[in-house]
């Protein structure tokens, strides 16, 4: 954020769908909200827009996105229309102004060459 370095998801024996802050001024961590946080995954993506951070996909997940906002502490779901498939180890860039998802792992199996384009 440019003052923390906000984490969410993993897996630590079993996936998980809780993450927190990290302040290196202090050396502290705060958690963040779960209330309306995006189901439990690891090996997802997430970018940073300059005031939300946006994350998709990831294993034991499907494509559903989500955007925490730091200031609220947060949770808003991504829509779903148009969203690429879900997958997992792909890549994911903000642009400026969107969100590039590109390849990876399909849930479903095997891998792809396809991405999509969100816009907050």
Known sequence: TGSE???YGGVKGYPLNTGGAYNPGPD?????S????PSSRYEHTA????SRML???GRDTNNMGAAYDPVTDS???L???NAPAGRSNHSARWTGNEMIIWGGGLTTGGT????GRYTP
């Open 5 to 7: 370095m906000i984490v």
């Open 28 to 32: 502290s961590w705060h958690p963040m």
């Open 34 to 37: 779960t209330d309306c946080a």
């Open 47 to 50: 970018v940073w827009t300059g």
């Open 55 to 57: 994350v998709f996909g």
């Open 75 to 77: 949770w808003l779901m």
């Open 79 to 81: 829509p779903i229309y």
């Open 112 to 115: 792809t060459n396809t991405g």
